[in-house]
């Protein structure tokens, strides 16, 4: 079964603090998404990559195909960035197939 | 910013009885989805729908599921015969698909349905 497996579950940081989340799959994909899920439970898309390195604002996403593994980064985190981060991966195939998700990390930011 | 639309936000129905999610995507994209999130759960894909029929579906997307898209704005889920473990949180998502490449993935802010 393809599976999407994120690290770590839960992370407790300060205000400030440098955050990287990981996530790592086992099949070729075509695309890859980092979600923020706040508590009221909407999902907001954060990035889509397939290759290399994208940036906005604090937040980094980096993935490296051929070790299939990906990662979210979050510079001078703020209160504000506690969420839980998902990680969901479209796998090759086309493009109407739906995006396999990682369990989520939990993220929370103490002032 | 464009948004994908969900309605209800919340809805409590009897064991048995049907319900349609509805959603609507944004306007010029062509692929839609529907997901959903068992509470403490992963999110989890039921189906895909493109060119007015279902292009790929999950184990969980049984015969008491249905899609469809009305008109040309709604995109609707119904559950024919709610059981308690329908109960979750259903995300509608859209998305354009231009040169092999999805663009533009968009949730909407989910229905939160509980069965009693």
């Known amino acids: 079964k393809n599976e999407v497996e994120q690290s770590p579950q839960n992370l407790t940081a300060q205000e400030g603090e440098f955050i990287t989340i990981n996530c790592s799959y086992s099949?070729?994909?075509?695309?890859l998404h980092w979600l923020q899920q706040h508590p009221g439970g909407g999902i907001v898309s954060l990035f889509m990559l397939s290759s290399g390195k994208k940036k906005h604002g604090r937040l980094i996403a980096t993935i490296n195909i051929q070790e299939k593994h990906s990662s979210l980064h979050i510079t001078a985190s703020h209160p504000r960035d506690s969420a839980v981060y998902i990680c969901?991966?479209?796998?090759?195939?086309?493009?109407?197939?739906?995006?396999?998700f990682g369990k989520g990390t939990h993220l929370i930011i103490q002032p | 910013e464009p948004e994908v639309t969900q309605t209800p936000s919340h809805q409590v129905t009897q064991m048995g009885q049907e319900v349609i999610l509805r959603c609507v995507p944004i306007?010029?994209?062509?692929?839609f989805y529907w997901y959903r999130q068992i509470l403490g759960q992963k999110v989890e894909f039921l189906v895909s729908?493109?060119?007015?029929?279902?292009?790929?579906k999950s184990e969980i997307f049984d015969d008491q599921f249905s899609v469809e898209r009305p008109d040309g704005s709604n995109f609707t889920l119904k559950i024919r015969s709610t059981k308690l473990e329908d109960s979750a949180m259903y995300f509608c998502?859209?998305?354009?698909?231009?040169?092999?490449?999805?663009?533009?993935?968009?949730f909407g802010s989910g229905t939160r349905l509980t069965v009693v």
């Open positions: 099949v070729g994909i075509s695309a």
């Open positions: 969901a991966v479209l796998y090759s195939g086309g493009g109407a197939d739906g995006l396999t």
């Open positions: 998502a859209s998305s354009a698909y231009i040169s092999r490449q999805v663009y533009g993935y968009t």
């Open positions: 729908f493109y060119n007015n029929e279902i292009s790929e």
């Open positions: 306007s010029n994209h062509l692929y």
